[in-house]
C-alpha cells in the first residue's frame, strides 16, 4: 500500500539535511523549525494561523476545547471514519451522534439533519479517502442551525472545493501528519488550522499544558506538542506535495480508466479534480474479502479503510444515530477495499493492479 523506500533521493537527502538541522541547533521543542512549518502550512491552507500538535486526534480535541465543547454536548459525525474523530469527541467529554454516509461514504447533510437535537453543539464532516464534498452546503447548514463546522482534513492534504482548502470552512481544520498521510511526517504530528486568533492562542496554551508563560498556567492543558525534528521534516516534505498529489491523481484515473469487471466498483470521480487527493483509491465489490484474497495471492496488497463502522465498536454501541438507521455506512463498511495508489507505484506495478483486480471471478 505504501513504498518509503523507493521515495526520491533528492527527498531523501532534504529529510536527512532538516534532521541535522535540528541535532545543530540544540533546541528541540517548540522552537524555529515549528514555527517556520506553522506559517507555511497555514499559508497553504489559505488560513491565518497553524498551531502543530502532537497528532491529529488532538488536533481535534483541542479544536473543540477552544469551542467550548466540552460534557453535556452533543456532535454529529460520521460512523465510517478512523477511530480517532469519536475518540476526540470523547475524550473532552461530549457525545458523538452518528449520521449515515453518502454514495461516496461522505457525511450525508440529510442524516445529519435528522440527527439534530438541542444538546447539538457541532458537527465534523470527514474528507474521507481525501475527498472532500460540497462546504457550501455545510456552512449554509451549520449557519441555520447555529452549530459549529469542524473539519477533519486527517485524508485530505490541500484538496480543494471552489478554490478553498480543507480546513477553511468551519471553525477549525484538523489535521494529521501520520507517515502514511499524504503529507506524513517520521511518527505521530498533527496541526490546528484557523482563521480564529482567539482560537489560535488557546490552542497553542493547551497543546503545552496550559501555559502562557513559562510556569504559569491558565488551565488545564494537555501534552500535545509538534517537536522540532518532526517539523523540520514536514517542511521538507511539504515541498514535493504538489507533486506527489498530481502523481496520485495519475494513478487514481487510471485505475477508474482501466479497472473493467463487474463485480469491482470504484467510488465515482470528484465533480472536479481538485476536490479529491487520493489518500486512498477505494473500489467496492459484494465479495470484498475474497477480492482481497484474489489480490495476495497475485502479489497486491489491500487494505479494508473501515471493516467495522464505529457504531458497532463497543464503546460506542450505544450511542444515539440517525432514527432511520445507519444503511449506507454499513453497507459501505461490507463492501469497501482500498487499493494502492500511492506516488511511488511504477507503472509495470500499476499493470499489475489492474490486471488482478479484471481477473477476479
Known amino acids: 500500500m505504501n513504498d518509503f523506500a523507493a521515495e526520491p533521493a533528492d527527498l531523501r537527502a532534504a529529510e536527512l539535511d532538516a534532521a541535522r538541522r535540528v541535532l545543530a541547533s540544540g533546541w528541540f521543542i517548540l522552537g524555529a523549525e515549528v514555527e517556520a512549518f506553522e506559517r507555511e502550512w497555514a499559508a497553504r491552507c489559505q488560513k491565518r494561523h497553524a498551531v502543530g500538535v502532537g497528532n491529529g486526534l488532538d488536533a481535534i480535541a483541542i479544536g473543540l476545547r477552544c ?27 461530549a457525545t458523538p451522534v452518528f449520521a449515515d454516509v453518502d ?37 449554509q447548514f451549520c449557519r441555520d442551525k447555529r452549530i459549529h ?72 492543558g494537555v501534552n500535545s506538542r509538534l517537536d522540532e525534528l518532526q517539523a523540520a521534516i514536514l517542511r521538507a516534505r511539504l515541498g514535493w506535495l504538489d507533486r506527489f498529489t498530481a502523481d496520485r491523481r495519475r494513478i487514481a484515473r487510471e485505475l477508474r480508466g482501466r479497472i473493467d469487471n463487474p463485480t469491482v466498483t470504484p467510488l465515482p470521480a470528484a465533480p472536479e479534480e481538485e476536490q479529491d487527493v487520493h489518500h486512498l483509491f477505494v473500489v467496492n465489490c459484494p465479495e470484498r474479502d475474497r477480492l482481497a484474497q484474489h489480490l495476495e495471492a497475485r502479489g497486491v ?14 464503546p460506542c454501541a450505544a450511542l444515539r444515530k440517525d432514527p432511520r438507521g445507519l444503511p449506507r455506512a454499513e453497507a459501505h463498511a461490507g463492501t469497501c477495499l482500498s487499493l494502492p495508489c500511492h506516488p511511488q507505484l511504477r507503472d509495470e506495478e500499476l499493470s499489475r493492479i489492474v490486471d488482478a483486480v479484471n481477473a477476479f471471478r
Not at 501520520?178 to 505521530?188: F, H, I, M, Q, V
Not at 499544558?209 to 513559562?214: I, K, S
Not at 496488497?301 to 463497543?314: D, E, F, K, T
Request: contains cysteine.
Open 103 to 139: 454514495a461516496l461514504a461522505l457525511l450525508d447533510i440529510d442524516s445529519a439533519s435528522r440527527c439534530l437535537s438541542g444538546s447539538t453543539r457541532a458537527v465534523i464532516p470527514v474528507h474521507l479517502y481525501g475527498r472532500i464534498a460540497d462546504m457550501g452546503r455545510w456552512q
Open 67 to 93: 469551542l467550548g465543547i466540552g460534557p453535556g454536548d452533543e456532535v454529529i459525525t460520521t460512523p465510517v471514519t478512523a477511530f480517532a474523530t469519536v475518540l476526540a469527541i470523547l475524550q473532552v467529554g
Open 301 to 314: 496488497q489491500s487494505l479494508v479503510h473501515y471493516p467495522i463502522p464505529l457504531h458497532r465498536q463497543a
Open 149 to 220: 463546522l469542524v473539519e477533519d482534513c486527517a485524508q485530505a492534504h490541500l484538496a480543494r472545493w471552489r478554490g478553498q482548502v480543507a480546513g477553511a470552512f468551519g471553525a477549525f481544520g484538523a489535521y494529521s501528519f501520520y507517515p502514511t498521510k499524504n503529507l506524513g511526517a517520521r511518527g505521530d504530528a498533527g496541526a490546528i488550522v484557523t482563521g480564529d486568533a482567539s482560537l489560535a492562542e488557546r490552542a497553542a496554551r493547551l497543546r503545552n499544558y496550559g501555559q502562557r508563560d513559562r510556569y504559569r498556567h491558565d488551565e488545564a
